[in-house]
């Protein structure tokens, strides 16, 4: 492998405190504040809709295409996005495969019948646009943005690679040496890698989102081309995908394209499989120690049962999550960073996907590591978990300030509008909602839910999920010397 063929992708975020549905650096642009602002009700922002328009192929394939809103007679921006959204993540990994689903993903970057390996990089990047994909709990993503005239060409390259993707044994040993170094370099060459990778497993009790995405090195070394096979089969199908073509197109122009070069594609008989697993409510605080060979100073995270995405509280969760932890002045940063200071960073997050949620909050003390047997009873760990819990009680039961609500209200809808810049900010937009909400015209809906988030929203959520909730509590220090840590 070159190095300018290993995708770097959102598998495994390399930070907490992550937002998965801001995937790409996107340029900061100024104006979005003027965004009808003029005509809004006091407070709020009159957001642009996107409008799509929806189809199904009869082989199941969903369309979803969103030509760009401009006025009669004005130059288009001359580029589009070709994105394919396919109903299979981290939780589909077969037994026994974990990772296998971003493992995948990275195999769909090898020949098909008539294209040669990394053949959609030459289709991309040599045109000035590029290529990615990234792997979710619930989703695989593979996005590229393109000059607009190269669109249908991006078309028949994605159908070629559903329907007809050639995967060998020399391939699969290769892709599985990259997954594996990003393993090494997100994971373990992380000092908190194994504290943020060791969340779901210790979290969920029967859910598979306990895989971790990018999986485990043991399993996906064990994958077979048999797996591949089988996987890629059960999956990769057009009944198990949505294709979305956002940016300077004609809607009846891509029609055509689109059932010129995915309407042949046949669907297998049997239906794709789901996951019907309900993750059990937890009945009681549970604690647990999670080690690692190098852990520069000791931390604390405290994990909550949350609902899924499309849940009527995800709007005001997101708001919690962002005046606990986001940036210098969240009442985390500001209780146990500036003013005690306890710790030395912090986090929140509401991590919810299609089916359910997690809820985490941590910290990372203060000063230098306690070594040997003691550090297990470092006087700092329980001083975090009460300071953590402290400040997450304060916010749910003291007084919010509106302009510290308005300020995080607008943040998140600030990302959600710069995101939107871009043909493949709103094609994005849209596939999250297909995930979250099983519809790319609830898009709007969610930014709407955003900003209708009221203070008494957010203490409701956090006396219900977390106040009134059983937590698990992980601590996070160095194993003794001699122990040998699980990667
Ligand atoms: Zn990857």
Same mark, same amino acid.
């Given at each position: 492998?070159?190095?300018?063929?290993?995708?770097?992708?959102?598998?495994?975020?390399?930070?907490?405190?992550?937002?998965?549905?801001?995937?790409?650096?996107?340029?900061?642009?100024?104006?979005?504040?003027?965004?009808?602002?003029?005509?809004?009700?006091?407070?709020?922002?009159?957001?642009?809709?996107?409008?799509?328009?929806?189809?199904?192929?009869?082989?199941?394939?969903?369309?979803?295409?969103?030509?760009?809103?401009?006025?009669?007679?004005?130059?288009?921006?001359?580029?589009?996005?070709?994105?394919?959204?396919?109903?299979?993540?981290?939780?589909?990994?077969?037994?026994?495969?974990?990772?296998?689903?971003?493992?995948?993903?990275?195999?769909?970057?090898?020949?098909?019948?008539?294209?040669?390996?990394?053949?959609?990089?030459?289709?991309?990047?040599?045109?000035?646009?590029?290529?990615?994909?990234?792997?979710?709990?619930?989703? @695989?993503?593979?996005?590229?943005? $393109? =000059? !607009?005239?190269? *669109?249908?060409? +991006?078309?028949? &390259?994605?159908?070629?690679?559903? /329907?007809?993707?050639?995967?060998?044994?020399?391939?699969?040993?290769?892709?599985?040496?990259?997954?594996?170094?990003?393993?090494?370099?997100?994971?373990?060459?992380?000092?908190?890698?194994?504290?943020?990778?060791?969340?779901?497993?210790?979290?969920?009790?029967?859910?598979?989102?306990?895989?971790?995405?990018?999986?485990?090195?043991?399993?996906?070394?064990?994958?077979?081309?048999?797996?591949?096979?089988?996987?890629?089969?059960?999956?990769?199908?057009?009944?198990?995908?949505?294709?979305?073509?956002?940016?300077?197109?004609?809607?009846?122009?891509?029609?055509?394209?689109?059932?010129?070069?995915?309407?042949?594609?046949?669907?297998?008989?049997?239906?794709?499989?789901?996951?019907?697993?309900?993750?059990?409510?937890?009945?009681?605080?549970?604690?647990? @120690?999670?080690?690692?060979?190098? $852990? =520069? !100073?000791?931390? *604390?995270?405290? +994990?909550?049962? &949350?609902?899924?995405?499309?849940? /009527?509280?995800?709007?005001?969760?997101?708001?919690?999550?962002?005046?606990?932890?986001?940036?210098?002045?969240?009442?985390?940063?500001?209780?146990?960073?500036?003013?005690?200071?306890?710790?030395?960073?912090?986090?929140?997050?509401?991590?919810?996907?299609?089916?359910?949620?997690?809820?985490?909050?941590?910290?990372?003390?203060?000063?230098?590591?306690?070594?040997?047997?003691?550090?297990?009873?470092?006087?700092?760990?329980?001083?975090?978990?009460?300071?953590?819990?402290?400040?997450?009680?304060?916010?749910?039961?003291?007084?919010?300030?509106?302009?510290?609500?308005?300020?995080?209200?607008?943040?998140?809808?600030?990302?959600?509008?710069?995101?939107?810049?871009?043909?493949?900010?709103?094609?994005?937009?849209?596939?999250?909602?297909?995930?979250?909400?099983?519809?790319?015209?609830?898009?709007?809906?969610?930014?709407?839910?955003?900003?209708?988030?009221? &203070?008494?929203?957010?203490?409701?959520?956090?006396?219900?999920?977390?106040?009134?909730?059983?937590?698990?509590?992980?601590?996070?220090?160095?194993?003794?010397?001699?122990?040998?840590?699980?990667?």
């Amino acid at each position: 492998m070159t190095p300018t063929s290993v995708h770097i992708d959102a598998a495994w975020p390399a930070q907490p405190g992550r937002r998965r549905w801001l995937v790409r650096g996107l340029a900061l642009a100024s104006g979005w504040s003027a965004v009808g602002r003029a005509e809004a009700p006091l407070g709020l922002v009159r957001v642009p809709p996107l409008v799509p328009r929806v189809r199904i192929l009869r082989n199941g394939l969903q369309v979803v295409v969103l030509p760009d809103a401009r006025a009669p007679g004005q130059p288009g921006s001359g580029t589009a996005a070709v994105q394919v959204w396919y109903r299979v993540g981290g939780k589909d990994d077969p037994p026994g495969r974990s990772g296998f689903a971003h493992l995948f993903e990275h195999l769909m970057f090898k020949r098909t019948r008539h294209l040669a390996d990394e053949a959609f990089d030459r289709l991309t990047e040599d045109v000035g646009g590029d290529s990615n994909a990234f792997t979710t709990e619930d989703a @695989t993503v593979f996005h590229n943005a $393109v =000059p !607009a005239n190269h *669109v249908e060409r +991006l078309l028949w &390259a994605e159908a070629e690679r559903m /329907a007809h993707l050639q995967v060998t044994l020399a391939q699969l040993r290769s892709e599985r040496a990259v997954v594996e170094a990003e393993f090494r370099q997100k994971v373990l060459g992380e000092p908190y890698g194994r504290l943020f990778h060791g969340m779901a497993p210790a979290f969920w009790q029967v859910h598979p989102y306990r895989h971790p995405v990018i999986g485990r090195v043991e399993e996906l070394n064990a994958a077979s081309l048999d797996d591949v096979r089988r996987f890629q089969a059960r999956y990769y199908r057009p009944d198990n995908a949505t294709l979305i073509v956002a940016g300077d197109v004609e809607a009846d122009q891509v029609d055509v394209w689109v059932d010129r070069h995915f309407g042949g594609l046949v669907v297998p008989d049997v239906p794709v499989p789901r996951v019907s697993v309900r993750e059990p409510r937890r009945t009681q605080d549970q604690w647990t @120690t999670l080690t690692a060979p190098q $852990v =520069p !100073a000791p931390a *604390v995270a405290l +994990l909550w049962q &949350a609902p899924g995405a499309g849940h /009527a509280d995800a709007g005001a969760l997101r708001v919690a999550a962002a005046l606990l932890g986001e940036g210098d002045s969240s009442r985390l940063s500001a209780e146990l960073v500036e003013r005690t200071p306890l710790a030395q960073s912090i986090g929140f997050a509401a991590d919810l996907h299609g089916d359910a949620g997690m809820l985490s909050a941590w910290a990372i003390a203060a000063g230098p590591p306690v070594l040997g047997p003691d550090a297990l009873h470092d006087p700092r760990l329980p001083r975090l978990e009460a300071a953590l819990l402290q400040t997450v009680r304060r916010l749910a039961e003291g007084r919010i300030p509106i302009g510290e609500l308005d300020k995080v209200r607008t943040h998140l809808l600030t990302e959600a509008l710069v995101a939107r810049q871009t043909a493949e900010g709103r094609a994005l937009a849209l596939g999250w909602a297909v995930v979250r909400r099983q519809d790319a015209r609830m898009a709007d809906a969610e930014l709407a839910q955003l900003q209708a988030v009221r &203070a008494e929203d957010v203490q409701r959520v956090l006396r219900v999920h977390v106040l009134a909730a059983h937590r698990l509590t992980l601590r996070y220090v160095q194993a003794p010397a001699g122990s040998r840590a699980r990667p």
